[in-house]
Nanobody, 122 residues
Framework: QVQLVESGGGLVQAGGSLRLSCAVS????????MGWFRQAPGQEREFVAA????????SYADSVKGRFTISTNNAKNTVYLQMNSLRPEDTAVYYC???????????????WGQGTQVTVSS
């Protein structure tokens, strides 16, 4: 069973940075791709970024391109989301997720973490 545990959320001022981590246990073929999603109050969960474990390939939502960077550490079974130049509109619960294939659709992800709150003050 794949298990995901996020950490690194918190409160930061606009323009600041945070790094989220997602520790992955029980990796299988069904968790070949890792993604980050976010959900603000009253809004639907939206795609942020995705990356496969074994291929140098990344995908980003337009709203975070150039500010956020997704990366993996295979030795530590951990995926990261470095978030720079944060804006108040980035405030949300951020979720780590695992999928079999590269996709920006939440329905393609089979495993989810519990989420970590990111709050950006203006």
């Amino acid at each position: 069973q794949v298990q995901l545990v996020e950490s690194g959320g918190g409160l930061v001022q606009a323009g600041g940075s945070l790094r989220l981590s997602c520790a992955v246990s029980g990796r299988t073929f069904s968790s070949s791709v890792m993604g980050w999603f976010r959900q603000a109050p009253g809004q639907e969960r939206e795609f942020v970024a995705a990356i496969p474990w074994s291929v140098d390939l990344t995908s980003y939502a337009d709203s975070v391109k150039g500010r956020f960077t997704i990366s993996t550490n295979n030795a530590k079974n951990t995926v990261y989301l470095q978030m720079n130049s944060l804006r108040p509109e980035d405030t949300a619960v951020y979720y780590c997720a695992a999928a079999r294939f590269m996709t920006a659709s939440a329905s393609g992800y089979n495993y989810w973490g519990q989420g970590t709150q990111v709050t950006v003050s203006s």
